[in-house]
Every structure is written in C-alpha cells, then in structure tokens.
C-alpha cells in the first residue's frame, strides 16, 4: 500500500489577536486547498479532537486553485484533443519501424499545432464575446497570446528538430513558418483590395504589403499586388516589367526539386549578379520604389535597416537576411545568424522570454529550451507534450535529474497534476500517469483512492481502471467503500454485489449474518431476488453458503419436498456453518417435520438432531454464553427458549420412538 | 461481407465539447419516418455544472466557413477552393443542469426528459427552432435512499406514460402534466436498476447490477416482478437494454463484462445468445427504430459496434460454433425454436443457429481509448458521445 508516507491533511497559522481560530488549509485534489478558520489542529494537540464543536455561523471554506490554465472550456478542448493525440503517439512509437517514424512523428507534431489554434480561434473568439466580463475577456486574450507564442515556438521546433531536411537546407521551412504566423501583409492587402472599385489605390498601406510580401520572400503575392498597380499598364521604361522578371526569375531551392546544391548555387549567383547590374544600371532609377525592392532581393544590407519597422522582430529579420544573402544555410549556422539580428534589434536591452527560447532552439539546446518555457510561460502543457515528442525523436537525452525521474517524466507529472484540481478530467490523468515509469504508478495509486465516488457508473469505469492495471489494494477498497455506503443506506442487496465483486470473504460474511439477522427478527427473508440466484457466488465465504442453503431449505419445505429439506438442514447443523445464535432457530425449524404424518428423519438422524441439540445446551453452559450474550437477552427471551428447547425435547424423543418402531416392522 | 462491397463510404466527424457526454439522442422528426431529423441533444456528466446542449447539423458550405478560416490560407491570392457540401453540426443552445445528466429521452417530437444523477426528471418543450428549451415540469426526489438522493439511472416512454428506474432499486410510473409520479414500486430490486424499456403499454422490463432481467406490469400490485431473467450464475450486472421495436420480445442487453445477450421472452430463463464482442462494459445498446436488421452498442473499451443480420438466411445452414463467442443456453432450446424464415427477420437475432456467419459485426469507429457511452442512430446518421470530450457523427451508416 502506498500509504506510508502522506503529505499532512491539514495543517494552520496562527492568526494573530485570535487564541481559538487558525487559518487552516487542507490539501483537495491535486493543485487545490480549502482554507477555513478551523481549531482542528489545537484541539488535536490538546487531546479531544473527537468531541463534536458546533459552530454558531457558517464558516466559509475557500477553494484556492492555482494554475488553472487548462480548465478554460477553449483550453479543455485542447486538453482533450491533446491527450487522444498523445495516447496514440505513445502507442504508435511502441509499434514502427524506424524507417517509418520520422514521417509519422511529423504528422503528431502537426496534429498538436492543428489542435493549438483550433484553441486560439476559440480564445480569440470569447476574448471577443460581449457575454462575459471584461476580467474574463481581458484573460482569454492573454491566454490567446501566450498559445500563438508557443505555436511560433512548437513550429520552429518541428522544424529544426524533427522534420527530415534534405541536406540540412533549411530555408523553405522557416518561410514557411514566418508566412504562416505573420500575416500583416495579407491583412493590408485585403484592405487596399477591399477599399479599391476598379481601380488600386496606390498608398502607403500598399506599399508596406509589397515590401512585407517580398520581405518574407512571398514573391508570387508581391508580383501580383504589383501587377495590379496603375502605373503598370502604361509602363513607359519597363520598369515594372523588369522587377517583374527579376522576381519571377529568381531560383528557389525547394525539397524536392533535383537540382545539386552546386547547381542551385550557380544560378542563384547568376540571378542576383543580374539584380546588382539592374541596380548599377540605373534601371529604377526613377522609381523609387521599386529600386528598393530590387536592393533587398539583391541581399543589400542598408536597405533592412530601412524597413526594420517592416520586418517585424529578429527572427523575421534572420529569415530576411539569410533568403537574400545566405539561401543554402545549414541548420547547424542559423545561431550566428541569430546573434547577429539579435543585436540588431535588442541592442543591449533585456531578452524576452520568447527570444530567449526561440534562440535556444536555434542553438539546439533542448534542455535550456525547456527549462526557460517552464520557468516563464506559465504553462505546463506545452513542455510536457513538446518534450514527449522529442524524446519520441530520439531528442531528449535521457538524463536522470536529482530526483530520479527524466524531465519527460518530470513534466508529464507537472502537467498531470495541473489537470487534477479539474474533478471530471481524471480519466485524462490516469491515462498521463500511465506513461510515467518511475513514479506514475505511485502518483495513480494515492490519485485514484481520492476520487470521489458519486455514481456507481463512475464507480464502475474506476474499478475497470484499477482492474486493467493490476491495483488490487485500490479495487479493493473501491468496492468496500461502495459496499459500505450502500449499507449505510440499508440497501443490503446492492452492497453485497460490491462485495461479491471484489471476492471480500469477510465484508460477505457480515451482510451475510445482517440478513440472517433480519430473518431471525422478522421471520422473513428480504431481497429474495438476489439472494435465490447467488449461484456459485455463494461460496466467497462460509456464511453466505449457509445463507443460501438455509433459503434452499425453506424453499424445498415449502414445497412439500420434506424428506429432501430435512436431510439439508440436517446437513446444514452438522457442517457446523451456522452462526452458534443461529442453531435453536434451526432446531426449531425442525419441529414441523418432526410433527408429520409421515416420519422424515430417520432414528439415525434424530440421535444426530438430539446431538446437536445437546451441544447447543453446552454451549449455553459456556462462558462465552454467560458473560456476552445471556445479559443482552431479555427475561420473555430467554423464557421463550427454553419453552422451544422443551418442545423440540419431546418432539425429538416421540419421533426417535416412531422411527424406532417403524424400522424394526420394516427389518 | 456484404458490407465492404458498399461503395458509398460512411463518413466520421469528430468535435470537441470540453465536456464529458453522457448521453446523446435525435430529436425525432416531425414526420417520423418521412423525413431524417438534424437536432440533436447532448448531456454531460461529472462536472460542477453539467449542461444540456442542442445540436443541429447545417449544411455547411463557403460562408459559415468564414469565420474560422485558417491564417495561412487567409491569402486572398491563393487558389479559391471549389465550394463543397457537407454536413457540420453546431451548438445552438446550452443550457445548465444539476447533477449528472444519466439519460435524455424524447416523448413526442416537442417533448424532451432529462434524468438527473440527483434523482430527479425535468421535461422541457422544445421550441419549434429547437433554440429553446421550455422547462414544463420537474418531479424531484423520485430516486432517493434512506439517507440521501439515489441517481436515476434511465428512464422509458411509452405515449405519455414515462417509466423510471434508478441506483434505489425503486421503478416509478409518471404522467406527463400529472404533478405526482401514477405508480412506484418501492424496493422492487434489492440491487440497482441500470436500465428500464417499455415492451408494452403496461409491461417494463428492468435490468439490474447482480445480471438480472426482470418483467413487470406496472397495473398489477405489489413489488414481484413478472418473471425473472437470468445471464449466467455469475454475478454479470447488465447496464442497458432495448427492444426489437417490431418484435417485443426479443430483447438485447449489454453488460459489464462487454456481453450483448439477446432474450426470447417467450422462452425460457437464459439467454438465447450471448456474444462476446466488447472488452469492458456495455453503455448502451440500440436496434434500429425503422431497420431494426441493424443494432449498435457502444462500449467502455472505446468502441462502437454496428451489428447486422444477413439478409436471405435461410434455416438449412449447419451450425457451426464458432470461438469469441458462446451459444450457452441453445441446446436446450433448440426444439423450441422455430426455424426462421425470410418473413420472421427479426428472430434472425434468436435463431438456432446464430453464428457469425448470420451476423455481421463491424466498427463504426475507428479505435479510440476514452469509453463511448452513449450512442444513438436516426435514419442513417448516428451520433455518439465520449468521455474523451468529443461527439462523433458518422453519416451515411449502410443499413440493410
């Protein structure tokens, strides 16, 4: 049992100016504390902690909860979602190859980031919902926020750490990703298109779409919105036409195209050689503008510093700059890189939590990544999830910490215990606890045992939980607990199921002898249905065999099959598994069959009946009689006994002589 | 298999409640079985706050996607993709409830009943729209212990006659617009009751947690039911049961050990056949209203069963016993049972030589690891709710 080491269940501060109340607290389920003013712990110390107070005004108890971001209906959502993907990624790496992993894990990967923003649409929208007040709206958003932060985050990550990159070229990707998270551009160019009848507005909002389009190396969107712009159709020095070219020209090196490395560094010199002629020509001379977009394609470094306010933040920058003078790069560069935007836009100013995690990625420092996210972004789901899938990529050194458990497993029980508070998402936290080796078996045994019980369906999916996974202790008490509570409602039927389910011998015994109990104060048995077909269950204890083999008897003298039910309850006196109090009222049913016409018990089995009569006279004589139970019973009681056991006598000794006769004519 | 043949593929739509689903269920159609419903309602269990939550399926297309429309294709120069047509099912109404929601039912097309884990049924009309939910009554207390509230655990209609049964062992009979249930049959299970089913106006049939199934005519006094039912000897609780809807006295329950038993009340005391296709418990199990060749169960183990009779059986097929399965209480009742014929379906389900070659069995969904615990099929759409949060429409379910 893990019950050796508990945390204490209650513990209080004094209050100064008060010498009876304490601020008392009592730890609920998982990250939860009720706090009342409570006297408890005094009265403990003081000796009489069982004697009941009563309190002359409702004290109030205080649910404090604490790191409740998950509990969110948007946030819950992704709970959900995120734990069917996380139970089929652990089930999926059990049972791949290694060929086929990487492509699969991709795919995990993307289904957390589709979950992700399914979550921030979902903020966004009750962010924005006139329904709810302002300090729940106000925390939606920044909620929103921080997932939009930890998707840039999960998806550079993806990136870098689990996408197979064909030769380590990893520009596409980040395009990808800076074209995915910022979107200004498309914003701004909806809007010029939208405000425009048939004809483009050409204003600084345009422009800034252009510039922010080729910026992020989206050259098929910048040409478009160019194409649509006045001046183009009367295009008098082919200005338009030619940036036009240059930006169709230009060569990418994309995944699957299968040009060499050389091959595309040869072209990608040509076109931008062709780009530093333009310029040297004079071609845009007098088009600003495009003169501009034509310096930034040719990787002219002033010009970025020009439109810094375009770019956006380092990380754009970096993509920036790497398109436009760096386009082969490898992975293991891009920190240099980094660095060096870095210092361009932060300066000597503090780092962001965000800069400071996105450039540990970049370092491929995973640990440092973690360990900055979990001490600064308040979340837990995101570390647990990120760090599970890249130790399912082989990414996560394994590296035991102080305490014995792996980070992945460290965090897995953070965010496990995060979910606890929430009373109905304990399915979702045994099955996080599931996947922790070292210490989740301990933390499920303490967990289950605290789950309150309110219907036996819940009960029900708990015992199948303790049953799948051999805890035997749990699925014990569960059904002693439901037991327990059904017999507090007398309702004796249902309790001895619960018993019967987890094979309890002696809980069975006691409802046992309760029902025996009834029928010896009320002449009549109850819960007839159940106990008539017990079937093979009857033999989880002796009792209850007993109990249901009285009930055959009955049944059989009820129905007129004497000489069947007499040998049974002759059977049932020898074997000696009634209760000793029970025995005279066994003797007694004995009576009616003794008083037939015809005799049912042989001179044989009435010297076995006298027999059991006479120990039953001993034991009257014991001491355990005499001093525990002759005091309980009344004088009538007693009195009325004795008139049976007389009874009995001369039935036993006129029937002992009928047999006698009889089997002596029949010899 | 007839059913892998089928080219029109079933389609599955999964969406998210951050709620625990109970129970799920159609409204019926105002025109029952001339037109397919696209209401549904949905109970949460285990919260704080529980709610009741009505769906409706909108054909879904360009414009109501609108609003969710990804970021990376919110570019106005990508590619306009072709608008296409399909079936999405929004929330149109929340409404709070106390205690757990354990069962919905509909008695009529306006009328909705929700039973409570606190013991009580609230009815509510449901406005033409189904964007409102009247409250017209509530009878608390029904369920109830010596000490506390008993859950009640389902509830069966039959007009407006509504039966009742909970975690008390105790049946009541309500009226619709009567204030006080019409009969209660105190103690009439010393276990408790897991489920009832009207299999005529007068007649209930109740299972219960110690594998008992129970007959009772709720005219007649008393607290004895009918007959009695038996699983097994062992101690096997039954959580659901339903009724052929053309046949009354065939009868499948579902039980805890992930067993689907078929009765011919007719008959004797076991069941006729007992399939073994569930790992864990058996929520719910449901025939087809109008098709009732179809049955479907949903399962703890995170399954959902579709089951089918084979059409054209014919009587002269050698039975085979086959593994997975047992035909426990068949010999004996073989000369009993008359052979089925193509006219007799339904006995399809009972017939002597039920193997699985006469029965298909296949998934509806693809394997998930949260329980299903409810399930519910109009027409051919079919809808399900998980304890993982999420409901599942499956349209275009084949049916025989």
Redesign the interface.
């Known amino acids: 049992m893990a019950a050796h080491r508990r945390e204490v269940p209650e513990f209080s501060v004094s209050c100064p100016g008060s010498s009876e109340w304490y601020l008392s607290s009592r730890w609920g389920q998982g990250l939860k504390l009720s706090v009342f003013a409570g006297n408890g712990k005094r009265r403990y110390l003081d000796g009489h902690a069982d004697t009941p107070v009563v309190l002359a005004d409702h004290p109030a108890i205080h649910d404090i909860r604490w790191q409740t971001d998950m509990h969110h ?2 946030t ?2 992704l709970a ?2 995120s ?2 993907i996380f ?2 990624l652990q089930k999926h790496t059990s049972d791949s190859t290694e060929g086929t992993r990487k492509p699969q894990l991709v795919k995990f990967s993307r289904r957390y980031r589709v979950a992700m ?1 399914e979550c921030i ?1 979902d903020l966004r929208k009750a962010a924005s919902d006139s329904l709810v007040d302002e300090a729940t709206q106000e925390e939606c958003d920044s909620m929103c926020q921080l997932f939009q932060q930890l998707e840039l985050i999960w998806n550079l990550c993806e990136i870098l750490f689990i996408e197979t990159l064909p030769g380590g070229v990893v520009l596409q990707h980040l395009l990808d990703w800076v ?3 910022f ?1 200004e551009a ?2 701004l ?2 809007k010029v ?1 939208e405000a425009s009848d048939d004809e483009i507005q050409v204003n600084e909002e345009y422009w800034s779409a252009v510039y922010i389009y080729v910026l992020q190396g989206r050259l ?2 910048a040409r ?1 919105l160019l194409s649509l712009h006045p001046d183009k159709q009367k295009d008098v020095h082919g200005a338009y036409g030619k940036i036009d070219e240059l930006m169709r020209r230009m060569p990418v090196f994309g995944a699957f195209s299968r040009q060499t490395l050389a091959e595309f560094d040869l072209k990608w010199r040509n076109w931008q050689e062709l780009c530093q002629q333009l310029l040297k020509e004079g071609v845009f001379v007098s088009y600003q503008r495009l003169e501009n977009i034509c310096r930034i394609l040719a990787g002219q470094q002033d010009v970025l510093e020009q439109f810094q306010h375009l770019v956006g933040d380092w990380y754009q920058l970096m993509v920036t700059k790497l398109l436009y003078t760096n386009p082969m790069v490898k992975t293991m560069d891009l920190q240099y890189h980094a660095k060096s935007c870095m210092d361009v836009f932060r300066g000597s100013s503090r780092l962001l939590a965000l800069d400071q995690i996105l450039f540990a990625a970049l370092e491929f420092d995973i640990t440092q990544i973690i360990k900055i996210s979990s001490a600064t972004l308040s979340n837990w789901w995101f570390v647990a999830h990120m760090a599970d899938l890249l130790h399912h990529a082989g990414q996560l050194e394994s590296q035991q910490l102080d305490y014995g458990a792996t980070m992945r497993e460290f965090l897995l029980l953070e965010y496990a215990s995060t979910l606890m508070a929430e ?2 998402m304990w ?1 979702i936290v045994i ?1 996080y606890l599931d996947h922790c080796p070292v210490f989740g078996r301990h933390h499920l045994e303490l967990f289950v045992e605290k789950i309150p019980l ?5 009960a ?2 708990l015992l ?1 939980v303790c049953e799948e996974r051999n805890m035997d202790d749990q699925a014990q008490s569960l059904c002693k607990v439901m037991g327990m509570k059904a017999l ?7 309790a001895l ?1 619960w018993c ?2 987890s094979q309890d011998a002696s809980f069975a015994s006691f409802l046992a002898e309760k029902f025996l109990t009834e029928y010896s104060l009320k002449g009549n048995f ?5 106990i008539d ?1 017990l ?3 009857m033999l989880v204890s002796d009792r209850l065999t007993f109990l249901a083999k009285y009930r055959d008897f009955h049944r059989l003298y009820e129905q007129g099959e004497f000489s069947e039910a007499a040998s049974l309850l002759l059977s049932l006196l020898e074997a000696n598994l009634a209760p000793k109090q029970f025995l005279l009222i066994l003797l007694t049913d004995a009576l009616p069959l003794l008083e037939l016409d015809t005799i049912v018990f042989s001179s044989k089995q009435t010297s076995q009946l006298l027999m059991c009569k006479e120990a039953l006279l001993k034991w009257y004589k014991s001491e355990e009689y005499t001093r525990e139970i002759l005091p309980k019973k009344s004088k009538g009681h007693i009195e009325l006994e004795k008139e049976k056991l007389e009874l009995l006598q001369l039935g036993l000794s006129r029937n002992l002589s009928r047999a006698l006769l009889e089997e002596s004519v029949r010899n | 298999m007839v059913a892998e043949q089928i080219p029109k593929m079933s389609k599955v739509l999964v969406k998210f409640t951050s709620e625990k689903l109970s129970c799920v269920r159609w409204q019926p159609p105002v025109m029952q079985g001339l037109q397919n419903s696209d209401t549904f309602v949905t109970g949460s269990w285990d919260n704080s706050v529980n709610s009741l939550l009505v769906w409706k399926l909108s054909n879904g297309d360009e414009t109501s996607r609108k609003g969710r429309r990804d970021p990376s294709e919110a570019s106005r120069f990508g590619d306009i993709k072709p608008p296409e047509t399909y079936v999405e099912p929004e929330i149109i109404l929340r409404e709070s409830h106390v205690g757990d929601v354990t069962d919905l039912k509909f008695a009529g097309h306006q009328t909705l009943l929700v039973s409570s884990s606190c013991g009580s049924v609230q009815s509510f009309s449901v406005a033409d729209d189904s964007k409102k939910l009247i409250p017209t009554q509530k009878w608390e207390d029904l369920h109830h212990l010596k000490m506390s509230s008993s859950p009640c655990t389902c509830m069966s209609v039959s007009g407006t006659d509504v039966a009742t049964c909970g975690e008390d062992g105790r049946i009541n009979v309500l009226r619709l617009d009567h204030r006080k249930p019409i009969r209660i049959i105190d103690d009439a299970d010393s276990c408790s009751l897991n489920a009832i089913i009207h299999s005529k106006t007068h007649e209930v049939i109740t299972v219960n947690s110690a594998g008992q199934l129970k007959v009772w005519d709720v005219r007649q006094d008393g607290n004895t039911p009918v007959r009695i039912f038996l699983v097994t000897g062992k101690k096997v609780a039954l959580h659901c049961v339903d009724r052929h809807p053309t046949q009354p006295h065939l009868v499948a329950a579902g039980g805890e050990d992930g067993t689907l038993s078929m009765w011919d009340l007719r008959k004797e005391h076991l069941p006729v056949t007992l399939f073994d296709s569930h790992e864990s418990h058996v929520w719910e199990v449901k025939f087809h209203p109008t098709n009732p060749n179809n049955l479907f169960t949903c399962s703890d183990d995170g399954s959902v069963l579709h089951w089918q009779t084979k059409p054209g059986l014919t009587s002269s097929r050698p039975s085979t016993p086959l593994g997975g399965f047992s035909t426990s209480g068949i010999s004996s009742s073989q000369s009993l049972l008359h052979h089925p014929s193509a006219a007799d379906a339904g006995s399809a389900w009972i017939s002597s030589n039920t193997n699985m070659s006469n029965i298909d069995i296949n998934h509806v969904l693809p394997s998930l690891t949260m329980p299903v615990n409810s399930v519910d099929i109009e027409g051919s759409n079919l809808v399900c709710g998980t304890d993982g949060e999420a409901i599942y429409l499956v349209s275009n379910v084949f049916l025989h």
Do not use: C, F, V, W
């Not at chain 1, 507090?488 to 249902?494: F, I, K, M, S, Y």
């Not at chain 1, 109850?526 to 159940?530: A, H, M, P, R, Y």
């Open positions: 209906a948007a819950r959502k959900a979602q734990h069917e139970t089929s923003m649409e074209k995915l998270h979107t498309d914003s160019a909806a298109i098929p969107e478009h009373e109905s399915q099955e309110k219907s036996e369906r819940k029900y999916k199948k507090q409602e007398e309702r004796l039927g249902t199921t019967l389910k109850s819960n007839l249905d159940l077909n079937g093979s269950s």
